[in-house]
């Protein structure tokens, strides 16, 4: 395993994160002005989502990225698109430890470990998995400039500290996270993990750290993670779960949670594999009760002006389309309370700069 990462080596990481925190801010006014306010929330795609090196047959639904962005094209929903980069390894490593990361990027990673993540390693692979982690980084950053941003991927939060479960690889959120924190001065964020699967690599990553709060509401009758974490928050609901079930218990947490936690940032897992059917998912959801859920985490951080990061999370069935148009929903969602989230994001902007405006001596 190599050298941890110097202080100076994370002082340099710091410097460019400031940089490029910059650059973002001129791009965000340069796309506010450009394109129409109507269904034009920040979406992240990378070109990259079109590669899946994955073997025919493969269960993960690789290829669903690629066309939810031509999807949300068609829809009109893709008017401010943003292109992630791959993060350094320096941000990785916030979250990742550095002999895991090393290891996968040059491919010396032990077979066993690939295994239990469930993908067969290629360089196509790591490629594929940087624009990914870069993405949330990215719509994180955006969500603080504008009030929500979302991808057209992500959601990998079976990711450990040192090792990928169900085929996750790095922690996209947590690096998100953490990155936030260290770029823009972020106090604490808050995870709203709504997969049916627990977000257990989030909880394990920041057990015991008070800057970060883990909100996972899933299905305890999955049977993977094989071994669940202790989130700050959990609520496992039982097989069949209906919408109204389902609905009542996040409105009775969510709305709290954002006012006992003042997060600086919401990270949102919106996995659609809470659907009734989905290959993988024990839940009972309608389609129009994912929208409904999607609507009402939108409209919760609006109304506590709290910026939201999304990713699609989870979604499995043979027909992609059907899982694209699930996650439409959510871009759909973020599009209807675009206004409130980019006044709210305004209003804390103007709020900073006239705290650091020096008072006027009496």
Same mark, same amino acid.
């Given at each position: ?5 110097g202080a100076?080596?994370? $002082?340099?990481?710091a ?7 910059h650059q ?35 269960r ?6 690629h066309?939810?962005?031509?999807r949300?094209q068609?829809?009109g929903?893709?008017?401010r698109?943003f292109?992630p980069?791959?993060?350094?390894v320096g941000t ?10 090393r290891?996968?990027?040059d491919?010396?990673?032990d077979p066993?470990?690939?295994? $239990? ?10 490629r594929?998995t940087l624009?990914?982690?870069?993405s949330?980084?990215?719509a994180a ?8 941003a979302?991808?057209?991927n992500?959601g990998?939060h079976h990711?450990?500290?040192d ?10 959120q947590a690096?998100a996270a953490r990155?936030a924190?260290?770029?823009a001065?972020?106090? $604490?964020c808050?995870?709203v ?9 989030t909880?394990?990553i ?10 996972s509401m899933?299905c ?12 700050d928050?959990?609520i496992?609901l039982?097989a069949g779960t ?6 009542g218990?996040l409105?009775?947490t969510l709305?709290?949670?954002l006012a006992?936690?003042?997060?600086g940032?919401?990270l949102?897992?919106?996995g ?6 989905d290959?993988l ?6 389609d129009?009760?994912i929208?409904?859920?999607d609507r ?8 506590a002006?709290v910026?939201?990061?999304?990713a ?7 027909d ?5 148009e699930r996650?439409?929903?959510l871009h759909?969602?973020?599009?209807e309370?675009?206004?409130?989230l980019a006044a709210?994001?305004?209003r ?7 705290a650091r ?6």
């Open positions: 395993m190599r050298a941890p990462i100076a080596a994370l $002082r340099r990481a410097a460019f994160g400031r940089l490029q925190q973002l801010r001129s791009r965000c006014a340069a796309a506010a002005r450009a394109a129409p306010a109507a269904l034009a929330h920040p979406v992240v795609y990378h070109p990259d989502f079109q590669l899946s090196p994955l073997p025919d047959g493969h993960f639904p690789m290829p669903k990225d066309l939810l962005y031509l949300l068609e829809l929903l893709a008017g698109t292109t980069e791959p993060p350094d990785l490593c916030l979250v990742h430890d550095e002999g895991y990361v290891a996968f990027l491919g010396s990673i066993a470990l690939m295994r $239990r993540i469930g993908l067969p390693w290629s360089p196509t692979l790591v594929r624009v990914g982690a870069g949330a980084v990215l950053r955006l969500a603080l400039q504008l009030g929500v979302v991808m057209c992500g990998t990711a450990h500290r090792y990928g479960a169900g085929w996750c690889i790095f922690n996209d690096v990155a924190q260290r770029d001065g972020v106090g $604490r808050m995870f993990d709504l997969d049916v699967h627990q977000g257990d690599g909880a394990a920041f057990e015991g750290d008070p800057s970060v709060f883990t909100f899933h305890k009758d999955q049977g993977f993670p094989a071994r669940l974490q202790q989130s928050l959990d496992a039982p209906s919408d109204q079930e389902y609905l218990a409105r009775a709305p709290r949670l006992e936690q003042q997060p940032l919401v949102y897992n919106a659609a594999d809470v659907a009734a059917g290959a998912g024990k839940m009972a959801l309608s129009a009760g929208a409904a859920r009402y985490v939108m409209a919760c951080c609006a109304e002006g910026p939201i990061a999304a699609i999370g989870g979604g499995y069935a043979e992609h389309s059907s899982i694209v996650h439409v929903q759909r969602a973020a599009a309370h675009w206004g409130a709210a994001a305004e804390r902007r103007a709020a900073a700069q006239q405006r020096p008072r006027e001596k009496l």
